[in-house]
């Protein structure tokens, strides 16, 4: 039996879909785990966060983001990183932030000077674990997606880049730098 190709106008058909179909399907599957697990029942604000990294990880991949890490921790090191994804030859380090109401400040102002640190720390814990290139290190940036969840609607923003190796609110600074 012969195969179709598949050509490049069908791709950018499908893929939609098929990130839609991903995301319905884990929405179910994360609805029975609730259910499964509700006996031993979480705080609503850990809920609503989880929720964030979930919707901010099917935006990131509709904006061509490959995402290659949810959660990632260093075991020597304090918190985690939301979400680690390549966009082209850049590694980005994606910082979420939800909110269930817009308020007169952005959500990616919550992120302060404590936060870029351990930010920044592990971020070169994770450069510390990729292949070393002939051509020099991985270029690292820190993107924030604002996640609003109100009412039955999901709303993302994207800031690229955000400057989060200087003190300051992200994105009043150079947009390019090392980590």
């Not at 879909?17 to 031993?40: D, E, I």
């Not at 919707?55 to 680690?84: I, K, M, N, S």
């Not at 007169?104 to 592990?122: G, N, Q, Y």
Request: proline letters at 7%.
């Amino acid at each position: 039996m012969a195969t179709m190709p598949v050509t490049a106008g069908a791709y950018r058909f499908f893929e939609p879909v098929w990130l839609r179909a991903q995301r319905w399907g884990l929405l179910r599957l994360q609805r029975l785990g609730r259910h499964v697990h509700s006996r031993y029942p979480r705080a609503p604000h850990l809920l609503t966060g989880e929720r964030g990294e979930f919707e901010a990880l099917f935006f990131l991949r509709q904006q061509g983001y490959v995402v290659t890490e949810r959660r990632w921790h260093a075991p020597d090191l304090r918190g985690d990183l939301d979400l680690v994804a390549w966009e082209g030859d850049s590694l980005a380090i994606v910082e979420v932030k939800t909110r269930t109401a817009r308020d007169l400040t952005p959500a990616a102002s919550a992120i302060d000077e404590s936060k870029r640190r351990v930010l920044r720390d592990l971020a070169r814990a994770y450069r510390r674990t990729l292949p070393k290139r002939p051509d020099g290190p991985v270029p690292i940036r820190f993107d924030v997606v604002s996640v609003y969840l109100i009412q039955n609607s999901v709303e993302c923003e994207l800031l690229r880049e955000a400057s989060l190796l200087q003190s300051g609110p992200p994105g009043d600074q150079p947009k390019r730098y090392g980590v």
